[in-house]
């Protein structure tokens, strides 16, 4: 059975670089019916899709973030990493990986890590 | 952006009552509609996929419904198990778009 967890700093100062991965296992990031993706819900809000990578390295990035994240896979290690820039409080939140099946059905995911954006 | 808008917002209800949250999508999502269920420090659970099918797993208690724009997620008999956050999200064009979520709480 597939599983995902999160892993990365829980505390990011303001301006600096969010960095978090996804470690799979009990299957292949490298099996081509899936994207891995990340979603996030800050506190009070709901969730935003953040965008998703395939084992190829495509990727596709939600327009509100795309000038701010970086989404990359290593397959080597079965794991997937989001980097997100310039960081304000806004982007406190819970932060989700899961695996996206088509058409975007997100099947499996991890039990989700909170960063907090603060001096 | 396709914009899904739940409702309510909040729901009080006891155990063994029927529950119904309603979606509804800006544009038409076709039936490119997914439901899930969170709660604080588990891994949230697919419920529901393409409107109506229900996910391998997942109690028969739940089932979907609609298509083009209009949505529902009905608990047939609530359980202790189901009091929990559920969100709706469009799979129709990306960006993939989510609900505000239902937060369903014990009466």
């Known amino acids: 059975q597939v599983q995902l967890q999160e892993s990365g700093p829980g505390l990011v100062k303001p301006s600096q670089t969010l960095s978090l991965t996804c470690t799979v296992s009990?299957?292949?990031?490298?099996?081509?019916?899936?994207?891995w993706s990340w979603i996030r819900q800050p506190p009070g809000k709901g969730l935003e899709w953040i965008g998703h990578?395939?084992?190829?390295?495509?990727?596709f990035s939600n327009p509100s973030l795309k000038s701010r994240l970086t989404i990359s896979v290593d397959t080597s290690k079965n794991q997937f990493s989001l980097k997100l820039i310039s960081v304000t409080a806004a982007d406190t939140a819970i932060y989700y990986c899961?695996?996206?099946?088509?058409?975007?059905?997100?099947?499996?995911w991890g039990k989700g890590t909170t960063v907090t954006v603060s001096s | 952006d396709i914009q899904m808008t739940q409702s309510p917002s909040s729901l009080s209800a006891s155990v063994g009552d029927r529950v119904t949250i309603t979606c509804r999508a800006s544009q038409t999502i076709l039936s490119y509609l997914n439901w899930y269920q969170v709660k604080p420090g588990k891994a949230p659970n697919l419920l529901i996929y393409a409107a109506s099918i229900l996910q391998s797993g997942v109690p028969s208690r739940f089932s979907g419904s609609g298509s083009g724009t209009d949505f529902t997620l009905t608990i047939s008999s609530l359980q202790p198990e189901d009091f929990a956050t559920y969100f709706c999200q469009q799979s129709h064009s990306s960006p993939f778009t989510f609900g505000q979520g239902t937060r369903l709480e014990i009466k």
């Open positions: 990578i395939y084992y190829t390295g495509s990727t």
């Open positions: 899961a695996r996206y099946e088509e058409p975007a059905i997100l099947d499996v």
């Open positions: 009990g299957g292949s990031i490298s099996r081509g019916d899936y994207y």
